[in-house]
């Protein structure tokens, strides 16, 4: 926030600025250039060329396309609870909207993941020490999905083709012969630019016991990346990504319009909005969701949801109808779902563009599912606790970060595989500034009880006071960051980063690198760079320059250097205080007088005395700051001096290190390199200072005197042994 | 006729707690060669501290709330014992971080130098034992010193081969507890409720927790064997304590119980009453740190009140089959 403003003024000034940036947004259908009203008219052209495509009465033809639609899926699909299967059957209706034809398709088959144990993934689980399943596996623990037929419909005067024998898989990112997440279809001809077709597919699935938030607990189910999944032909090629376990996923927007069958009790969640609902004569189900312009479809069933509903309004912002499936045991904290679910609708939609689909689902999952925690299209889920006070920043924080990725995830369809940051990191930073906007600070909260030797945490919350759990170590998550500093380049593509480093560079390194941006240029100008990146990029699938050129171009400052350090490096930062050091600046040694060199002995003068007594001594101060780190960022050095006086240095911070040298009345007090904590990135804040004389030394005293009364206590408990 | 019969178990801790607070100069005594310890480990990472804070006025800064981000700062660039730092243990709950540590044996796991300590700790309590419960059996006496230290000294052998046994028998129970919990999570599997789990979990845990107590218990009973009648041999002592635990499981496992209730409670007031690292003046620091001390006295009182309770226990029972005897 600049200077001097008070905050009410800052609203209204960002309050009117987003109005206007809402408005445009809004409008964005209308002023669309003429070559997207053509490509729309080829669009419908070429679909209605199509032979024997399903008619969709879900889709009202009217109703203006948001994104590109070239990916469509119309799926029907049956659950069995015993048997933990899914059967399938779905249409694609795809359109080339690259200028290249292609010759193949390309599927995900994301649950072939946990077909068996020497899958990419699961090798990558395994270096990650991550596994969601501790121990070993049962059958009816691992997960797959077959394709039990594939074929091309017919169009265009061309006869249906069966592709099944076509079939092979692929393993595009290293080779592994024994992975199965990828398989590609030969077709019989091409696929011309602009050029439309169907592909009927069925296929059978076992549901796994969860991986990745994805399979089953007891009778809960979440079903997400659950069918065969066409990757994004990119003109040069296909982007289909083997599934990797540190990084997500990447698809074309569609159409989807899903019938799920299910037995009668069973409570529904799914992406979309609710079209019909079918009770069949064997005692099923079934129900059918469609939703427009999204990338992902994700569903989620059980018999113990208890189904909420709420509304988001705003002034300046669109309605959106909430729904929440809670478990029972959680009811006390729907409010407080509901309440995160506003914040991050209204922050976001005011920072960078409202939210456009007019509903949104929440899911409190079951207990022990590890389905908690994830984003999809109109749907995520949150995950909370029993016993779970307000204030500890649970389940508000997760909240508003899934709530989030509706806009940098859902909105902006960033290559997950590629450029995790994309969307990690930017929500990650979003989160942190729309949680301590609404809830401050939060209260450090440890859950005692933690079972020995198992995955589950600790029971019993108890708030720590005391404990500073501010933005910048919530939202940044430093700790995270510092573990994986100079692991990876943060342009290494997400899929390639060693697998536990994949959290800290993606997620941490991003918020930070953006709260450093925030702070060095002020929110008032980074906001409006990223709500245009926002606008410029809805329902697209930006790369990482269309974000620094996006930067750069509404900030009006060249940031290229600051990108090549953060980004396109591994560098770390650490500035610090190498030594700071007051004395009297009386010449001491040899000088030269009248009759040839003078020895001057050193004065003994312990204050700012002069050798009479009076006062009036200068003291010379000489003050070391270092960069120890690789990266190179500007920084303030920050002189303040015993009466009070301060005086700051700007450094390029380039050299390796660099001496300033005041003489003053009085004696240095303390020197800080960063003083305003601008470089959230810088690894060691300890050294930032250097207090030429300590005070004190009550702060170890009191650490350590804590510290000792736990030991002491430990001392005791161990006397139970003897 | 007077009824002969064994004594209550809140009679007998009551008993025990009048006898021990009687004593002041034992619970002192106990209390200083624990805080000893304590307080070499306390000098050491203050020291670490400072060093490790140099001339950063986040020194001055520490005197406030604790700053998080500096904390991890801290641990992370530490292996010594500044590694052990944790929120948990500068709060005022750092008491349940101990508790939940006697209930999963993790201790063992911790920093080395600190468990070195504490095992050295053990020792020198396996020793002092030697005096406590020979002067709580003859408990007319004053205290001496020179008195007590040389019947320390005396069963310090027979104690510490003792504690040898149990060991093995706290080792086992660990052991039955790492494949226990694991157990109840596969058996778990498929519970979607935390609240089921959790009391899953809790039941696995007051499993763990009577096995302990069992050995411990135990112990405690056997030592008092070894004194009471001067036996050599620990482990005949200890098969005596078995069979008098196993002899009288209301009694034994009811006054333990009793106990740690009542200790139980004193770590709550204990949270409730101490400021917690918010608290920046001198003053307070030093309040706090004098509530530590009381509660730690407090909780070495309920230990030697135990162990007066259980020899008032024993002599009941020795008074009622002495009686039984007789009769017969």
Known sequence: ?722 | MARQSKIGVVRALFFGLMIVVRRPSLVVLVWLVSMSFALVGGVAIESELREAMGHSRLLDGMRGAVDLGLMEELVAESDGLISTIQPVRLSSAAVFDNLERWISGDWASDHRGLVAWGILFVLAWVFLQGGVVEHLIERRRQLQLKVFFAASGEYFGRFLRLSILTGAGYYCVYRIGKRLFPWIERMAVDVTEERLEMTSYLAGALTVMVLLSLVHLVSDYAKIALVMHRRRSSSLAAVSGLFQVLANPLQTFGLFALSASLLLVLQLFYLWVSPGPEWRSLAVLFIAFLIGQLYLMGRWTLRLARYAAEIQLVESWTRVAGRGRRET
Not at chain 1, 515 to 542: C, I, K, N, V
Request: hydrophobic letters at 35%; one cysteine or more.
């Open chain 1, 1 to 722: 926030m600049p200077a001097g403003r008070s905050q009410e003024v800052y609203r209204l000034e960002l309050r009117g600025l987003l109005e206007r940036a809402n408005r445009i947004v809004m409008l964005l259908p209308r002023l669309f250039p003429l070559a997207v009203l053509v490509v729309a008219i080829a669009v419908f052209t070429s679909e209605a060329m199509v032979l024997g495509q399903v008619e969709n009465p879900a889709v009202d033809p009217s109703e203006r396309s948001l994104s590109a639609r070239n990916a469509n899926y119309s799926i029907e699909v049956r659950l069995d609870p015993e048997t933990k299967t899914l059967t399938g059957r779905q249409i694609l209706t795809w359109r080339n909207i690259q200028d290249q034809p292609t010759d193949e398709l390309w599927f995900h088959l994301y649950w072939n993941a946990w077909r068996n144990n020497q899958s990419t993934w699961m090798s990558e689980d395994r270096i990650r020490e991550r596994s969601d399943l501790k121990g070993e596996l049962a059958e009816g623990d691992w997960g797959w999905i077959e394709i039990d037929q594939m074929v091309l419909l017919a169009s265009g005067g061309n006869e249906t083709t069966d592709l099944t024998s076509s079939l092979r898989f692929a393993a595009p990112d290293d080779g592994n012969s024994n992975d199965r997440t990828v398989v590609v279809a030969t077709l019989p001809q091409t696929v011309n630019p602009g050029s439309t077709i169907q592909v009927e597919t069925t296929w059978r699935a076992k549901i796994p016991r969860t991986f990745a938030r994805t399979g089953f607990r007891g009778d809960f189910f979440f079903i997400a990346h659950w069918f065969p999944k066409l990757g994004v032909f990119q003109g040069t090629g296909w982007n289909c990504h083997q599934y990797h376990a540190s990084t997500e996923y990447f698809s074309d927007y569609g159409v989807y319009d899903v019938a799920i069958t299910l037995p009668k009790g069973f409570v529904l969640g799914a992406t979309g909005r609710l079209l019909e609902r079918v009770e069949n004569s064997d005692g099923s189900v079934t129900v059918r969701h469609v939703q427009e312009d999204v990338h992902a479809f994700t569903w989620t069933t059980s018999p113990n949801y208890i189904a909420l509903e709420d509304r988001f309004e705003s002034e300046v912002l669109p309605d959106v109808d909430l729904r929440l499936l809670i478990q029972p045991e959680h009811l006390e904290q729907a409010d407080r779902h509901f309440h995160a679910t506003k914040v991050a609708l209204d922050r976001y939609g005011q920072w960078y563009g409202p939210y456009p689909y007019g509903h949104l689902t929440i899911i409190d999952p079951a207990w022990g599912s590890g389905a908690g925690g994830m984003e999809y299209p109109t749907l995520f889920t949150a995950g909370t606790r029993l016993f779970n006070p307000f204030g500890g920043g649970s389940p508000e924080g997760v909240t508003i970060h899934e709530a989030g990725h509706q806009f940098w995830y859902g909105l902006i369809g960033n290559n997950e595989f590629e450029d995790a940051w994309l969307d990690e990191g930017l929500n990650t930073f979003s989160t942190g500034r729309a949680m301590h906007d609404e809830y401050g600070d939060s209260i450090y909260t440890y859950r005692f009880f933690v079972p020995p030797e198992t995955n589950v945490r600790g029971f019993f919350p108890v708030f720590l006071k005391g404990f500073r759990y501010s933005r910048s170590i919530y939202g940044s998550r430093l700790g995270s960051y510092r573990s994986t500093a100079t692991v990876d380049r943060q342009d290494t593509p997400s899929f390639q980063y060693y697998p536990s480093a994949a959290g800290g560079l993606s997620y941490s390194k991003t918020a930070l690198w953006l709260g450093t941006l925030e702070r060095y240029l002020g929110w008032d100008r980074l906001q409006p760079a990223m709500a245009e990146f926002f606008r410029q990029q809805l329902f697209s699938h930006p790369k990482p320059e269309d974000f620094f050129r996006t930067i750069n171009e509404v900030t009006g400052s060249d940031l290229s250097w600051f990108f090549d350090e953060v980004f396109r490096s591994s560098e770390h930062f650490d500035y610090g205080v190498g030594s700071a050091v007051s004395f009297p600046a009386d010449p001491e040694g040899f000088h030269e007088g009248e009759d040839g060199l003078v020895y001057r002995s050193p004065p003994d003068i312990p204050d700012n005395k002069d050798s009479s007594g009076e006062i009036g001594q200068v003291f010379r101060t000489e003050v070391v700051v270092r960069r120890y780190g690789s990266g190179i960022f500007p920084v303030d050095v920050l002189l303040v001096f015993e009466d009070g006086e301060e005086i700051r240095h700007q450094w390029d911070g380039a050299s390796r290190w660099r001496l300033f040298v005041e003489e003053r009345a009085a004696k240095l007090d303390y020197a800080a390199v960063d003083p305003d904590e601008i470089l959230l990135l810088d690894l060691r804040r300890i050294n930032n200072t250097w207090v030429v004389e300590q005070q004190t030394k009550q702060a170890p005293v009191k650490w350590a005197s804590r510290w000792m009364l736990w030991f002491e206590d430990f001392l005791s408990m161990l006397a139970f042994y003897g």
